[in-house]
């Protein structure tokens, strides 16, 4: 199954121990109705580690890029909710990134993701999009025990815009330029597949590979949200 759009927001993060209780009951009945509420959002899913760091992944789908750069969005990060500020206070390595979906395709939605967050040089940038999405990438959507098969590119203009959200998270934010995402039904054919990745990418000198698997806990459609 593809990807609910063309635009994702992609965030990785960690959490301070006490704040756990509290992150839950947030990110449920707030912050993922309230986003997904925006319009042009599609989805929001969050995930748990199961193998890697950071502990949770969360990703927004969005119809286009440009609804991500738009007012309503920006809006909602620079007037965050009292709830918001406490919550996002409680972050610790924090990875984010505004994208492009360069190519999504599967069968289906599974309830293991595996994020591969990666660097590629500017000179070896459109090979580097080519080979994923004409070659690496197609053949893994049809691989046994492989639902989907994603890859987004970070806009980092957009990605570095400041706001009274980010401000609010006590750590810096991280920007990941290249993110493929594997999902699937259990982790072992996405570890095989992210090795092959890895191996196919590393002769145009891509590098800096962060690898984590995660699992599936909520999820956030646009029905959930659109009386809000």
Not at 18 to 38: C, G, L, Q, S, T
Not at 49 to 75: I, K, W
């Amino acid at each position: 199954m593809s990807l609910a759009g063309t635009g994702v927001v992609a965030i990785w993060h960690d959490l301070l121990p006490e704040a756990k209780a509290d992150f839950y009951e947030w990110h449920n009945r707030e912050h993922m109705p309230e986003r997904v509420a925006i319009p042009g959002f599609r989805r929001g899913r969050r995930y748990l580690a199961s193998a890697g760091a950071p502990e949770y992944f969360n990703l927004y789908e969005a119809d286009t890029p440009e609804v991500l750069a738009g007012a309503v969005y920006l809006a909602r990060l620079n007037h965050p909710t009292p709830w918001t500020q406490r919550a996002v206070a409680s972050f610790r390595n924090v990875a984010r990134g505004i994208c492009r979906v360069l190519y999504s395709a599967g069968v289906g939605q599974g309830g293991t993701m595996l994020t591969l967050r990666f660097d590629v040089p500017e000179a070896a940038a459109d090979e580097a999009g080519a080979l994923l999405c004409q070659h690496l990438l197609p053949r893994l959507a049809e691989a046994p025990g492989i639902a989907g098969a994603h890859l987004c590119r970070t806009d980092e203009a957009t990605s570095r815009i400041d706001t009274a959200e980010k401000k609010a998270r006590s750590d810096a934010t991280q920007i990941p330029r290249w993110i493929v995402l594997l999902e699937g039904g259990a982790e072992l054919p996405l570890v095989q597949a992210a090795q092959a990745l890895r191996a196919a990418l590393a002769p145009i000198g891509a590098a800096g590979f962060d690898q984590a698997c995660y699992r599936l806990e909520h999820q956030c459609g646009k029905g959930a949200a659109a009386d809000l």
